[in-house]
């Protein structure tokens, strides 16, 4: 499943809307270090992948920019575990 996510440098932020229900992903940059500090998921719209699409859509960011990654959030850090592909952003 494919989400509108959006990338609100201002506000440190990706999010989307699903169904209604607003769903983010926080950080904190300092330099080029990003610190996802938050994933969040209403329970109506969880199990849809909605977390995961967030948080590639944070390391892809990353990756595009030069920055490197610290998954201070419990789900980013389970995330980048599991994907690999997205370990060499790790700071």
Do not use: N
Not at 3 to 17: G, L, M, N, S
Not at 70 to 80: F, K, Q
Request: glycine share 8%; net charge negative.
């Amino acid at each position: 499943m494919s989400f509108d996510i959006r990338h609100d440098p201002a506000a440190q932020r990706f999010e989307t809307v699903v169904d209604g229900q607003p769903c983010e992903l926080d950080y904190r940059l300092a330099g080029k270090v990003m610190t996802i500090t938050h994933t969040g998921v209403p329970g109506p719209v969880e199990g849809r992948g909605i977390a995961s699409a967030l948080t590639q859509a944070a390391m892809e960011t990353a990756r595009a920019e030069g920055w490197s990654v610290i998954p201070a959030c419990a789900y980013a850090a389970s995330w980048l575990r599991r994907h690999p592909e997205f370990a060499d952003l790790r700071a």
